[in-house]
């Protein structure tokens, strides 16, 4: 079973990530000066990816454990802890954070000008939030750190967005609130249910009741569902994406809308087996609908961040299709995909952000023919869509082959289905690179279009470093998830075997409690 | 005759904290002759300083363990009531400091305002420590005729006139009910004191539809006083109308001791008619969610909305209520000490709004604070924030105490419901969000700024976030001060 491994560093690793940022948010109160705050913020994310060095070289990916965890007693009446630690799962998340934010912080040096020092307190305390969401292992901190999030996303969105953000914003925030509030109420049936733990790592050797198990499967369902998004709970995504700035819709795109994935391996599949299996005919109708319908939905997209929301559902359907199939290509490529997709698209809209901030226009049409004025960019985002599409060489392909292998184990039809989903991608990426790069230039406001400068090519580069890395070089992401997504299939199968409890004997639980 | 009158002194130690308020109160009034009109605020800060030596009393009692009923069984001192008695401080101190500014800009500055404000809190301290129905109906009395005449008390303005007549005639007709009941219960068990109701209803047939009838009357009095729904109809009216300090005092303190006597009765006393009580109060506290929450969503004015939202708080608290034992009661104790707190730094934060001319009472008048005083915006977004119950703020801890003991006891319908709703009212708190961020500033228009204002705003900011991170303290606090209770 899974254990929680002390960190050995001699240094609260984890703990300095989480606390890093926000002891920037906190410095930068004091910071009058708009260039002073933004390379206070950019000093900060630096340091943030600089422990992400030892986080990942000294992460041991041949063990399933939890690795450099902590335990100090937080609430003691509740049996609440700050326990905290990551595996295979979660590490690549912490350090997808800390890169994405550094590069959200670049993007925005010249695009926000107007009450810059609270934008960046925004920023690093979405970082802080992110990453503890990833390294949380006690529910109640987790629950924390997930809603608390909410906070500065919703901020961003709604004082630096575009002239429809009041609108976005508070439909993000009602929607993920409403499901995260639900989950809440599960988290509490699932501490008196086990004898009053939040200890995430007891209570997945806990063998709750099978109608306990549906119920409490359904709540955090709706928390992650939203989130994730999938089809029908995704229609906040294309809103917020956007009217968010470009930061925004980096973070959002390349790490939130991964929680609700991450949620479901670590949580979901883990606690509530038997409900995850009932579940799973309908997650997957649901993923491939999902695939279907993002890409259609993009075709018709004449906005270029739209197009890139609903390429996102798509995206996101292919995760979920990769995670339920439960086998270990379709776990290991929904994880990887889910890193691959927050690469990807968080470089398509560094991309958008670039051009926008340029032209002050997202549709489509208004470009054309960019691609002999501005020719870094137009390579960089030639790259970006190939790696979109899945083109073999990109990280995309290997994400998307493993997801296809593990869905054809479980029924050939998904994977089928993917395919055609696959195609409609290259289809809808290629065309939007067709009439935003090539033909004739129609819109005159484009004849003195200014590529790439040097801060925006730096932002960039690492985004396109690891395209070709993981593309060309898969088990380096592998190797680390391997151990762990093994040990949880294990788990999920070794659990399902087992008989659950009678539904009898988990409802009384779930009232007696504790 | 001196040994008798020390001996006599000597008995009034456990309510020492109360005489030292009543002490204070009287002290204003006579000093208020001799004040001049520059200088009323003197008289609040004296107010102030009674207020925290009671506090030290209470302390001292608390380190000392004094423990007991006195006065034939009327008057108990116990960890519960001294628990309340703190949060009654609290409110009363805040009130305090949000007042002195604003009473000087409505041209209301008179002394009888502290000294009425001190007797409404000596009322809530006695509603606290009431050990018996007669001294608990004098507490709330003391408690609700002091603040009637506080919601009247700008006199030149119809609204507050308004306020403070319909507070008056609806709360007489709240009390009339009360007394009915208490006359039942007394009819039934024969004594008035509340454990003397417990030791009969341990033996009674508790199928008596009498019986259920005295219960329904004293929860509809007591769902009157902390504004449940439906005995909330005065609570907006009379929320707008009176003076801003005074809604933001009357929607702490006086509810707060509402809670105290619910919690007295109906989990002490009435204890063995949970299983019946239990149900009302679930009831209660969904249609109290409901309507406080959805109604809230619709105003304007920023005191309604507060209203409204104050009702949708009380529906949390019944849940907690409903829930019963000692993790629900200790979940309601410490949601009422969280609100009071966090409702305090809000209604600060409006009362800056108000200034000579600008009345500062609509939501669209908060347009662009976050640029015109930081400060004041980032405050008002913490409280709005911890209102709406979003971790790392205070508001989230009460509600997690609250959900769970609603699923512990088995009612997790109501939980699901609470959560749902608070997800509701995240709609109309955000929305004062929106306009303190995402709009223009209407016109340059200055705070008020008074270090009294200051103090109470750094104090329950303080407060929120320090509960919100570390809750081990007051928690524990609570759930030690409910064992006077059980």
Known sequence: MLELIPNQLGYPLLSLLIFLPVAGGVLLLAVRDARAARWTALLFSLAELALCIPLLTKFDGSIPHM?????????????????????????????????????????????????????????????????????????????????????????????????????????FFLYTLVGSVLMLVAILAVYFT???????????????????QLWAFAAFFAAFAVKVPMFPFHTWLPDAHVEAPTAGSIILAGILIKMGAYGFLRFSLPLFPHAAIAWTPTIMVLSVFAIIYGAYMAFAQTDFKKLIAYSSVSHMGFVTLGIFAMNSQGVEGGLLQMINHGISTGALFLAVGVIYERTHTRMIADYGGIAAKVPVYATFLMIITLSSIGLPGTNGFIGEFAILLGAFQYKAVYAVIGSIGIILGAGYMLWLYQRVAFGTMTNPHNEHLQDMNLREVAAALPLVVLVFWIGL??????????????????????????????????AAGAVSGN | ???????????????????????????????????????????????????????VLTVQLMQ??????????????????????????????????????????????????????????????????????????????????????????????????????????????????????????????????????????????????????????????????????????????VYEGAPTSVTAFMSAGPKVAGFAVLLRVFIHALGPLHADASTVFALLALLTMAVGNIMAITQTNIKRMLAYSSIAHAGYALVGLAAGGPDGAASVMLYVLIYAV????????????????????????????????????????????????????????????????????????????????????????????????????????????????????????TAVIIIGVYPTGVLEFARASVMGLL
Request: proline share 3%.
């Open chain 2, 342 to 461: 966090m409702n305090m730094g809000a209604f600060g934060v409006v009362i800056m709004l108000r200034k000579a001319g600008v009345r500062g009472e609509e939501i669209s008048d908060f347009a662009g604070l976050g640029k015109t005083n930081k400060t004041a915006a980032f405050l008002m977004l913490i409280f709005l924030f911890s209102l709406t119950g979003i971790p790392p703020m205070a508001g989230f801890i009460g509600k997690f105490y609250i959900f769970k003991s609603a699923v512990q006891a088995g009612l997790v319908w109501l939980a699901v419901a609470g959560v749902l709703f608070s997800a509701v009212s995240a709609y109309f708190y955000l929305r004062v969000i929106m306009q303190m961020y995402m709009y223009e500033p209407k016109e340059e228009f200055s705070l008020v700024r008074s270090p009294a204002l200051a103090l109470a705003l750094a104090i329950s900011v």
């Open chain 2, 64 to 237: 000392e363990g004094a423990h007991g009923a006195f006065f034939g069984n009327t008057f108990l001192l116990d960890p519960f009531a001294n628990y309340f008695k703190l949060v009654f401080y609290v409110s009363c101190g805040l009130g305090i400091l949000v007042s002195l500014k604003y009473l000087e800009i409505e041209d209301i500055h008179r002394g009888e305002y502290y000294a009425l404000m001190l007797f409404a809190t000596s009322g809530m301290m006695l509603m606290a420590s009431a050990g018996d129905l007669i001294s608990l109906y004098l507490g709330l009395e003391l408690m609700a005729l002091s603040i009637y005449v506080l919601a009247g008390f700008m006199r030149r303005d119809s609204r507050s006139n308004e306020a403070g007549i319909k507070y008056l005639l609806l709360g007489s007709f709240s009390s009339g009910i009360m007394l009915y009941g208490m006359s039942l219960l007394y009819g039934l068990a024969g004594t008035t004191n509340l454990n003397g109701i417990l030791a009969f209803l341990k033996g009674a047939d508790l199928g008596n539809p009498v019986l259920f009838l005295a219960m329904i009357m004293l929860m509809v009095s007591f769902g009157f006083k902390v504004a449940a729904v439906p005995f909330h109809m005065w609570v907006p009216d």
């Open chain 1, 67 to 171: 690795q450099f965890g902590e335990s100090v007693a937080w609430i003691k009446d509740w049996n609440i802890h700050y326990r905290i630690g990551v595996d295979g799962i979660s590490v690549l998340f912490v350090a997808l954070t800390a890169l994405l934010t550094t590069v959200s912080i670049m993007v925005s040096w010249t695009s926000i000008q107007d009450r810059v020092r609270e934008f960046m307190i925004a920023m690093l305390f979405l970082e802080a939030g992110m990453i503890g969401v990833f390294a949380a292992l006690d529910l109640f901190l987790f629950y924390v750190f997930w809603e608390a999030m909410l906070i500065p996303m919703y901020l961003l969105i709604g004082i630096w967005g575009g002239p429809n953000r009041l609108y976005a914003a508070i439909k």
């Open chain 1, 194 to 212: 086990a004898g009053g733990t939040f200890d995430v790592l007891q209570l997945m050797n806990h063998q709750f009741g099978r109608t306990f």
């Open chain 2, 1 to 55: 005759m001196p040994q008798t009158l020390t001996a006599f002194i000597g008995q009034l130690d456990p309510i020492a904290p109360e005489f030292l308020i009543i002490g204070v109160a009287l002290a204003i009034l006579v000093i208020d002759l001799f004040t001049d009109r520059k200088y009323k605020a003197v008289l609040g800060w004296i107010g102030l300083a009674g207020v925290i030596c009671s506090a």
């Open chain 1, 473 to 506: 070089y898969p088990n380096a992401a592998f190797s680390v998830m391997h151990a762990s997504t093994e040990n949880l299939i294990r788990h999920v199968h070794a659990k399902t075997q087992a008989p659950a409890l009678p539904a009898a004997a988990s």
